[in-house]
Every structure is written in structure tokens, then in C-alpha cells.
Nanobody, 121 residues
Framework: QLQASGGGLVQAGGSLRLSCAAS????????MGWFRQAPGKEREFVVV????????YYADSVKGRFTISRDNAKNTVYLQMNSLKPEDTAVYYC????????????????WGQGTLVTVSS
């Protein structure tokens, strides 16, 4: 029901834009988030956005470089990633929950399949 796309290989300093398209239900009333998991590491919070888009919350590691947005008419959430660093390399997952935004990935009910972002130095 959530399909993430847009990952790929990019050099450090480059940019990528991830998309998360929802299907099967309307996610316009859901909080949405992006999380990532690097090899051998725990899944970690990246950024979340409220159903209206009026509230966002970023991890310190991406603040000022990443921007989340959503288009409820298209049932899609975006993650614009600029100034990418090798430490941003991970599988990026989008997720949705019916409650308020949260940085805790365990509270999210719906998950996309993930899209791999690789940043070379």
C-alpha cells in the first residue's frame, strides 16, 4: 500500500528525491514518516510530517539538508535530500500511522518496501 521510489547511487554532495506513493486507501489523514536502516544498524528516524503537512520533525543528522513534503491530492509523500553524505547510505522506508507524528518507528502501522540510497565519497 506504500511504494517508495527514487533511490540510487549518488556522489557525496549530490541530491536525490524520494517518493512514497500510497494506494489502496487514502493516507491524507495519516501521519507519514521516513526512516532508514544502514547495514548492521537499527532502523532510525529521519523525518515525519503531520497529516496536514503543518508539522514536521527532523532528525538532527538531516536537519537543513532534507525536506519532507506531501501532496494529499496525489496520496504521495516526498523526501528531498540535498548535500548527501556517505553516512546517509541506507535503505529508506516510508511509513504511515493514524496517530500524531512520532519519531518512534514502532508506532507506525504501514510500511513501504524501502528504496536503497547509496552515497559514494
Amino acid at each position: 500500500q506504500l511504494q517508495a521510489s527514487g533511490g540510487g547511487l549518488v556522489q557525496a554532495g549530490g541530491s536525490l528525491r524520494l517518493s512514497c506513493a500510497a494506494s489502496g486507501r487514502t493516507f491524507s489523514s495519516y501521519s507519514m514518516g521516513w526512516f532508514r536502516q544502514a547495514p548492521g544498524k537499527e532502523r532510525e528516524f529521519v523525518v515525519v510530517i503531520s497529516w496536514s503537512g503543518g508539522s514536521t520533525y527532523y532528525a538532527d543528522s538531516v536537519k537543513g539538508r532534507f525536506t519532507i513534503s506531501r501532496d494529499n491530492a496525489k496520496n504521495t509523500v516526498y523526501l528531498q535530500m540535498n548535500s548527501l553524505k556517505p553516512e546517509d547510505t541506507a535503505v529508506y522506508y516510508c511509513a504511515a500511522r493514524t496517530g500524531p507524528i512520532s519519531y518512534n518507528h514502532r508506532l507506525y502501522d504501514f510500511w513501504g518496501q524501502g528504496t536503497l540510497v547509496t552515497v559514494s565519497s
